[in-house]
């Protein structure tokens, strides 16, 4: 039952969208169903069999690696599984007004999106690292293909210069496999990991692909292209640009880090990574803090908090794991709810430039209560989602006495608070300024209040995953990487 | 080295030769349409001698009938990119490129050829 | 000798990609390129990849150049101005990364050249593995066989590439059309031989590719190269044929790949176990067919040569 | 022979060498494709060299595919004549979709 699930999570997506993309028109939305709708189950199988065995593995086409590929799930790909399942289902609900299925436009986003969906879980499965490049270079061409899909001059800019760094940044990894394959003799992850040493080879390759998945990942000082392609990606896209695609990159970070060269690891890198993530907390927080615009501060925002998955490396830890990991989780639901609601405000005010948004919170409740909720999640208060990974991160610190890394944790909290208060105070403090612009193509109030609903389940959710996340975290002490087990 | 061997050391021989005037023609040429036309004819023949000799050492009909195969299409390549690249040779009547960083410099100093 | 060949060859390459790159005239970068595919071939012919050169033969001389032939035509004919000259900063900045990018490659060959590590374990599974499947050619046994779910997505990128490129052109924006040639008899005999032998050659490769140097992808470039050959011809448009059976040929790849891999599945084989060399070539005709057709389409769009062409 | 024939090789490398020096001279567009030309069959005389020298008949194919495709970038660049002839006599081209 676990092989038809994992089949499930990466062929039915793929299968409808090429449905999707081949057959006109009318059936188009129930590809999209069809595709994205049973994902959930799936989950719940494979959630079974992982909670009962620990691990859930599957030879490709029944060859083990050296010679085939091996799809491997443990509590943290699970974990990720979930996110990207529940992100790709409610933003979709999202998307479904801007882009309806049977439209020629929301035929082609939603054989992009179903790619991406697909890759994402493809690679989330993947233990082998040239199976890994593949999947990479699928979630980012549907990555693109999604951002200049309402063909925007600001958006086809932003998404030619991703398009160039994310190929650069695919080839440095792809150096890296291949002269881990020259040494280890093979590609999946977890041999090669055990066959390779502290030599001066294998640590310049996973150097070289550590500097390939930090440019896709967009962390700090390789983040230049992200502001731009999530500030002017359409709202949908903005969401699951932020919440997963970026991720996922980190994710193989911590994969390489933690598993491949858990035993090699050297020492003096660990703490250079985490000072990336300190960078990017306090860059990413102030300029965050100075943008004008209201989904530009968002995107810097997702710059900052991308750092603190970063910070794993010097705390790493069961403490540090379990508090990085869910952090990235509460973080995709709180991120893709802020976008979604910026994204509303956009289209009802005409802009998103916080000196004209004065006044909106009377014409955009639902928004603005979504911003607030998913503020809290990201500013780190409880009872959020947010407040749970920054707590037990701050633990991870103490019990190191890394007090520099405690440091920047609080400061990055009080920026947090700074950059989010701005646009809030803005929203409800201040008298009406602005008249909506007469150009805007303003949906329906039924597709706005529909829009504002899926927005605010995703700012609950964060909010919730505060109150209980005890089976997540058990889930995950089962599943630590092989240098924190007690 | 038996005859053939001897027979195709020749053969491969002169196409280089054939190679080295198209080559040289291609350099030393006043003009496009003289460059154009020492280098297809040369490259022709030479790429015919050429294949002679393989043909002779891998003495197979089948490699035989393949190396004519590509000198066939390499002469009807040729002729048909030959006869494009002069049209526009004899179309073009400056070295104006506006995506030429040093086109300017160089028509001043080449006297506009 | 031999080495001689070699460090000829690599020397010519990194030149040629410093002048491909190098600013000064575009149309001479252009040029480079073509020659640094050519020269691209020669190095895998020594490498002893076949396969490679035959790729690099039919994806650079069929379409690669044309395309940039075109956009170099676009670029022009949109009344793009030359470039400014870069400011001496930046260029002494770019000549510190290249010194230190260089630097760093050179450090990476030195070791690898030095530790040649156990290795080809890999290698060594496959060619155990290799005579029960019946297939002589070691690569089409990787990819069709033993690691097919990399082909398989490897497929779904070219399909998310075309629809990407779509999704950029949008629906309203034409491109700029291209004028038909006009030398009519020389390329229309030229059209005349070398379509017909360029479906002739991709299915040589196709069948080939089982035992001998070959297969899917090089065969769909060859195709793909025969339709572009079609369309600057103009003699094909893209605009009329993008039916319902254009649409089934991008996704057909794909599709019969999952398919056969799904219904093995659910005869309770492995996932994407192939179960005989008649599934080889019926996954190779697919994914054939949609790699030429989606090459065709990509190069259609960006070349401005089609209106409207999917939906 | 095992000699001759990486020896011609090597020749007909230097020979690439010698004609880059039009590419990079021009100068004009047309005769950088000429040289492109050359490089060409150039090519192709050495893949046919190799494949008989290495005994890997398969680069006789890889051959075969560049003597084949040859014609196509040179009918590409005369697209390319035409349309510049085109946009010098009238500076706005026609933006209407070829149906």
């Known amino acids: 039952m676990t092989a038809e699930a994992l089949t499930g999570l990466v062929f039915l997506p793929l299968l409808a969208a090429c449905a999707v993309a081949a057959l006109p028109g009318r059936l188009g939305g129930g590809f999209v169903l069809a595709g994205l709708a049973p994902l959930p189950l ?62 020629a436009r929301g035929g082609r986003f939603w054989a992009l999106w179903l790619l991406l969906t697909s890759a994402m879980n493809a690679l989330l499965l993947s233990a082998d690292l040239f199976n890994l490049f593949v999947t990479l270079e699928l979630v980012t061409v549907a990555a693109i293909g999604l951002l ?50 502290p030599e001066l080879l294998p640590v310049t390759a996973l150097v070289l692909m550590t500097v390939g998945l930090l440019v896709k990942s967009a962390v700090f000082p390789l983040h230049s292209w992200l502001p731009a392609a999530h500030g002017n990606a359409p709202g949908p896209v903005s969401a699951v640009l932020s919440a997963m695609v970026v991720k996922v990159s980190i994710y193989l970070i911590w994969r390489l880090w933690l598993w491949l060269a858990a035993d090699w690891q050297p020492d003096w890198a660990l703490p250079m990574l985490g000072l990336l993530g300190a960078g990017a907390i306090l860059y990413g927080s102030v300029l965050a803090f100075l943008q004008v615009r209201l989904k530009m501060m968002v995107a810097y925002s997702t710059v900052a ?28 639901l709180a991120k893709a709810a802020m976008f979604l609601a910026v994204s509303n405000i956009l289209a009802v005010m005409g802009t998103d430039r916080l000196d004209r948004l004065g006044g909106a919170d009377r014409r955009l409740p639902l928004d603005t209560l979504t911003l607030a909720l998913a503020g809290v999640s990201i500013l780190g208060l409880p009872p959020s989602g947010g407040f749970v990974s920054k707590w037990l991160m701050l633990q991870a610190a103490w019990a190191i006495e890394g007090w520099g890394w405690l440091i920047v944790i609080l400061a990055g909290g009080l920026l947090a608070a700074a950059y989010l208060f701005r646009p809030l105070a803005v929203l409800c403090a201040r008298p009406a300024t602005a008249r909506p612009a007469d150009d805007v193509r303003a949906p329906s109030p039924a597709g706005l209040r529909w829009g504002g609903i899926v927005a605010l389940m995703l700012a609950l959710a964060a909010l919730v995953a505060g109150l209980a996340p005890a089976p997540v975290l058990t889930l995950l002490e089962g599943g630590l990487p092989p240098g924190a087990r007690p | 080295m038996s005859v053939l061997e001897w027979l195709a050391a020749a053969l491969l021989a002169a196409g280089a030769f054939f190679f080295l005037a198209g080559t040289v023609g291609l350099l030393r040429f006043p003009d496009a349409l003289a460059r154009l036309h020492a280098l297809t004819k040369a490259d022709n023949v030479g790429l015919l001698l050429i294949c002679s000799g393989l043909a002779v050492l891998g003495g197979s009909v089948r490699v035989t009938g393949l190396l004519l195969l590509v000198w066939l299409l390499a002469m009807l390549a040729s002729t048909v990119s030959a006869h494009l690249i002069a049209g526009r040779a004899l179309a073009d009547d400056d070295t104006g490129d506006p995506l030429d960083e040093g086109a300017d410099e160089r028509a001043r100093s080449e006297g506009g050829t | ?136 050619n070691p690569i089409t046994g990787v990819l069709v066989i033993f690691r097919n779910l990399d082909t398989l997505l490897e497929v779904a990128v070219l399909l998310a590439a075309y629809v990407a490129s779509r999704a950029a052109l949008g629906d309203d924006k034409a491109a700029l059309p291209l004028p038909p040639a006009q030398d009519a008899p020389l390329v229309g005999a030229l059209v005349a031989v070398l379509a017909p032998l360029t479906v002739l050659v991709a299915i040589y490769l196709l069948k080939a590719g089982s035992q001998l ?23 094909l448009h893209p605009a009329p044929l993008c039916g319902l059976g254009l649409r089934i040929a991008l996704v057909a790849g794909t599709v019969v790949f999952s398919g056969v891999g799904i219904i093995m599945l659910a005869l309770g084989q492995p996932l994407l176990a192939v179960p005989g060399t008649w599934a080889v070539y019926l996954i190779e005709t697919a994914m054939m067919v949609s790699i030429g057709a989606t090459l065709v389409l990509l190069f259609a769009g960006s070349a401005g040569l089609s209106g409207k062409a999917l939906r | 022979m095992s000699l001759l024939l990486p020896a011609l090789v090597v020749f007909l490398l230097l020979n690439l060498v010698a004609g880059l020096w039009r590419v990079f001279l021009g100068p004009t567009a047309a ?55 085109a946009a010098r006599r009238a500076p706005a081209p026609p933006v209407e979709p070829r149906q």
């Open chain 1, 148 to 197: 200049v899909i309402d063909g925007k001059p600001a958006a086809l800019r932003a998404g030619m210069r991703y398009l160039v760094l994310a190929l650069l940044g695919s080839l440095f990894y792809l150096l890296g496999v291949a002269l881990i394959y020259g040494q280890a003799g093979t590609l999946d992850l977890y041999q090669a990991g055990e066959r390779l040493g």
């Open chain 3, 1 to 136: 000798m031999n080495l001689l060949i070699d460090v000829l060859i690599a020397i010519g390459l990194v030149v040629l990609a410093w002048q491909a790159l190098v600013g000064g005239s575009l149309f001479r970068g252009i040029v480079m390129f073509i020659v640094f595919g050519l020269t691209m071939a020669l190095a895998w012919a020594r490498l002893g990849s076949p396969d490679l050169a035959m790729a690099e033969a039919a994806i650079g001389a069929g379409v690669t150049g044309a395309l940039l032939m075109i956009a170099y035509w676009r670029l022009r004919a949109l009344g793009a101005s030359r470039p400014t000259p870069r400011s001496r900063l930046r260029a002494r900045l770019a000549l510190g990364v290249g010194v230190l990018s260089s630097v760093l490659v050179a450090m990476i060959g030195l070791a690898a050249v030095e530790a040649i590590g156990p290795g080809g374990e890999a290698g060594q599974a496959l060619a155990a593995a290799l005579p029960a499947t019946g297939l002589g």
């Open chain 4, 31 to 85: 005769d950088r494709m000429l040289s492109a030309l050359l490089f060409g069959s150039t090519t192709v005389a050495m893949l046919l060299v190799l494949a008989q020298w290495q005994q890997s008949p398969a680069l006789r194919i890889a051959a075969l595919l560049f003597v084949m495709l040859a014609a196509i970038t040179s009918i590409a660049f005369v697209a390319l004549t035409q349309g510049r002839v």
């Open chain 1, 305 to 332: 908090q991308l750092g603190y998955l970063m910070l794993l490396f010097p705390l790493f830890g069961p403490l540090g794991f379990t508090a990085a990991t869910y952090h990235l989780l509460s973080h995709g």
């Open chain 1, 42 to 103: 799936c989950l719940i199988v494979l959630t079974g069999a992982v909670v009962d065995t620990g691990t859930v593995s599957l030879a490709i086409a029944g060859f083990a690696s050296p010679l085939g590929i091996e799809w491997f799930v443990d509590p943290l790909a699970l974990i990720l599984l979930w996110l990207n399942t529940v992100i790709a289902l409610v933003v979709g609900l999202y998307a479904a007004r801007d882009y309806p299925p049977h439209s």
């Open chain 3, 213 to 235: 140097p070959g297969g899917a992808f090089q065969a769909g470039a060859v195709l793909a190269a025969g339709g572009v050959l079609l369309m600057l011809a103009g003699r």
